[in-house]
């Protein structure tokens, strides 16, 4: 089956500016997590949506916002774009059953550049 | 989630086993390991998962020591596409509709294959 799939891959914005990325995850998976990497600070998990609802969030300030529709696709919106919001936004994806252990499929990213 | 050690980089010869150690001496009972790698420019990729007992897949395998206070994940036969950051990442199964789905990234162990 197809992977995560996200989009755009690159992005480049300036400060001020809003952003929208985009996440499709597999066929059947109806987590969907949202994590930001930078060098500095790594990889940092930003929030899970779960059948349209946000189950779980990091310590990311409101200006990082997400959804999810029904058919599982997730977008993720930052607003008042910094030049520390330049990132690797990754989008991983689960299908969150009872079966334990559920690994997370990763998505390749999309490249975000705020000048 | 409780924290893990590793060393930040190591190089491994082709063909070569590559063992990757990772300290985890908080972890509690009812914590599995997990360890997950980045090849460069990609998103994360899941490996293994064990709770005590030393568990092989077709990747890679992973010894728990009997105190669970360290592990150690085995590449058999490390080939060049094996360069990659690999992370332990320690955390509580999770189940259902529980909340413990997000991942908590280390800064991992950067290993370099070498031919």
């Known amino acids: 089956k197809a992977g995560v799939t996200q989009t755009p891959r690159y992005l480049i914005k300036t400060r001020g500016q809003q952003v929208t990325l985009s996440c499709s995850p597999i066929s059947g998976h109806r987590s969907v997590s949202w994590y930001q990497q930078t060098p500095g600070q790594g990889l940092q998990f930003l929030f899970e949506y779960f059948s349209e609802t946000q189950r779980n969030k990091g310590n990311f300030p409101g200006r990082f916002s997400g959804r999810q529709f029904s058919n599982s696709r997730s977008e993720m919106n930052v607003s008042t774009l910094e030049l520390g919001d330049s990132a690797l936004y990754l989008c991983?994806?689960?299908?969150?059953?009872?079966?334990?252990?559920?690994?997370?499929?990763f998505g390749p990213g999309t490249r975000l550049t705020v000048l | 989630d409780a924290k893990t050690t590793q060393p930040p980089s190591m190089d491994c010869a082709e063909g070569r086993a590559a063992n990757l150690p990772c300290n985890h001496s908080?972890?509690?009972?009812?914590?599995?390991v997990y360890w997950y790698r980045q090849i460069h420019s990609q998103g994360p990729q899941y490996i293994i998962h064990g709770l005590k007992n030393n568990e092989t897949n077709e990747m890679a395998s992973l010894i728990i020591t009997e105190d669970r206070k360290s592990s150690t994940l085995i590449l058999p036969h490390a080939t060049l596409r094996d360069t990659a950051v690999y992370y332990c990442i320690v955390r509580v199964a999770p189940s259902g509709g529980g909340s413990n789905y997000k991942l908590t990234f280390g800064k991992g162990t950067l290993l370099t294959v070498n031919p």
């Open positions: 991983a994806s689960s299908s969150r059953t009872l079966v334990p252990h559920n690994e997370q499929f």
């Open positions: 908080t972890i509690s009972g009812n914590e599995y």
